[in-house]
């Protein structure tokens, strides 16, 4: 490049405005949020000294174990319910739908815009004693009465997340169809390669990566979500976000609801470098097939 | 060419996923007609009355007119900000690029619990009082990666040799960008805005935190599904779908067109 081309002034300095407002808006809160997870709790105030105590609450307090406990396993009957019903449609999207691909992608998409609070809304509707479900198990006879077990568990917890989370992950594991052209597939199956020896040996060494990643998110939003269990999580649904939101509002032992978080934080920053690692252990996480 | 590849197995699952994905809602656009108050079936005739009662309802009204303007500041402060960013990112090969991608693009990966707290104590301990303000600043936070995303996306694609040309021929920068770049990606960023209105305008998670005594419309429906089992949330949640769902047919319209059908579309 010629000096008479070359740009006067590095056009990195245009991301600086917005790199100032996420400093101030997201790094800061972030350092503070954590200071506080050390402080104590006052009247109306929190301050120093810096101290473990709320750690130690948060750890010495019985409910909090057995809601984590329940986070961890909501999020991963959530995260594995959703990988395992969007590879399937994501395949079938890539490989099969044909003209049927774009109508299909726009309804997942269209209801992925689909407001959170409307689908624990919905479920909730058609779940209840009075709703839908029982009432279509009553028309076919299989039920006299409505049942109750349907709704406010963790069973219906885990129901919405899923149906919150499909979309997202269908188009996420589509997309990372994308480098396997159908041409390898069909290279397999011509050389003798039964579906399942496809999925084995061509499809899960591209998929790997997007569906651990899939898995991943949709366990730690799952497990750190406290809307869903507090609306249709009953007694035995509910999970550690409730208690952290609860620590915010109605408690208001805010450093016992920062220590919570942080640690929520720093669990899932191991589940992440777990998965990240067990990928490149694997050599499964740089692949790119060329079309 | 077609694909000699089938899987009914795979077709089967994948009709099964749509109709769970859709007919929960169906239901509550369904009843959100209904003539009377119950919210089961037999389902005994259409009526608009639910839709006259919310409209007739003042907190109602009020908390839509909250999340238009809380949805427009945030999609347009987006708009400049990300527009400045994406390019300043794009056309960069400054070593800052790395650590700035990590600053943007951590909100994505952060729950919304955590980052709705974090902004509540840090508003508390700057004495910021709790407003519509402190909201939409949080959802500028939580918009403006998911708008980078496809505005980055669209500039690295693009081919910057046409501005290396224009900036030859004696275009200043300013005008390079609003003559030759702008033209070319103005689809995707109009789509993008309107990606950051309908995710502002339906966000719950943050907003719960960092709210005060005002109100929005998803959580005018928090409220509402808190007190009672009222037939008139399912008008609330229809127009609410609605507005996002029209708001993400023009997103999908302007940035897919072109591109065909693009990963960054997803959270």
Known sequence: ????????????????????????????PLAVFLAYSFMTA????????????????????????ILALNSIVIGLLAAAATVVLALPVAYWLRYCAGRWQMPCLFIITGSMFASYLVRIYAWRTILGTRGVFNQGLEALGVIDEPVG????????????????FLPYVVLVLFAGFRPLAPAFLESAQDLGANAWQRWRRVILPVMAAPAATSFLFVFILSAADYVTPQLIGGTSGQMLGVQVQANFKAVGDWPQGAAISILMLLAFVACYGVTLLGLRLRRLDRIRWVN | MESTLRSPFSGAITIASLVFLIAPLAVVVLFSFHETASLA???????????????????????????????????????????MAAFGLSRSSSALRGPLALLFFLPITLPGLFLGLALLVFFSRIALKLSLVTVTLGHIVYVFPYFLLIAKAALD???????????????????VFWRVTLPQIRPVVIGATSLAFALSFDEFVITFFVIGSQ??????????????????????????????????????ALTIRKDGMRAEVGR
């Open chain 2, 41 to 83: 079936f037999p389902f005994t005739g259409f009526s608009l009355r639910w839709y006259r009662a919310v409209f007739a309802s003042p907190s109602f009204l009020n908390a839509t007119l909250n999340s238009l303007i809380v949805a427009s500041v945030s999609a347009i402060a987006t708009l400049v900000l990300g527009v």
């Open chain 2, 157 to 175: 694609r693009m081919d910057s040799a046409l501005e290396d040309v224009a900036a030859d021929l004696g275009a200043s920068p300013w005008q």
């Open chain 1, 149 to 164: 077990f349907l709704l406010y568990n963790r069973f219906s917890v885990t129901l919405a997340l899923v149906h919150i």
């Open chain 1, 1 to 28: 490049m010629t000096p008479g081309t070359s740009r006067r002034r590095d056009p990195v300095l245009l991301s600086f405005p917005a790199a100032m407002g996420f400093l101030l808006l997201l790094a800061v």
């Open chain 1, 42 to 65: 006052g009247l109306f105030t929190v301050s120093p000294p810096f101290t473990f105590d709320a750690y130690a609450r948060a750890l010495g307090y019985g409910l909090n174990g």
């Open chain 2, 215 to 252: 109100s929005t419309l998803p959580l005018y429906i928090w409220s509402s599904m808190r007190r009672t089992i009222d037939p008139s949330i399912n008008t609330i949640s229809t127009l609410l779908m609605l507005v996002t769902l029209v708001m993400f047919a023009v997103a999908f």
